[in-house]
């Protein structure tokens, strides 16, 4: 079986997380690591599966749309009109 080994580097910019979240991740025992010649490896397929068993999907529920407020049965106001008539009554015809 061939596994896929890369630098911490290349496996923080493919899969998108930091390099110290790789090394915890190793140190917790979640993926593989080895050690050649100095340089810690990861395996590819164990940072894959972990990614993948760990992912959440993000249902997207379509928020209902907000009713408008009900208009009160008679929403102008008549006595502004009674008294905007009375008044223009008083200053001889003139609103």
Avoid: H, K
Avoid at 2 to 28: G, H, K, M, N
Avoid at 76 to 93: E, K, P, V
Wanted: charged share 25%; net charge positive.
């Amino acid at each position: 079986m061939d596994a896929e080994y890369i630098r911490p580097a290349a496996a923080s910019t493919r899969f998108s997380v930091s390099a110290r979240t790789l090394s915890r991740w190793a140190r917790f025992g979640w993926i593989g690591t080895s050690r050649i010649g100095g340089v810690r490896l990861y395996r590819a397929s164990d940072i894959e599966d972990l990614i993948a068993r760990n992912e959440t999907r993000r249902a997207v529920v379509p928020m209902p749309a907000a009713a408008p407020a009900p208009m009160p049965e008679q929403w102008w106001n008549t006595d502004f009109w009674a008294d905007a008539d009375r008044i223009s009554a008083s200053r001889g015809g003139r609103r």
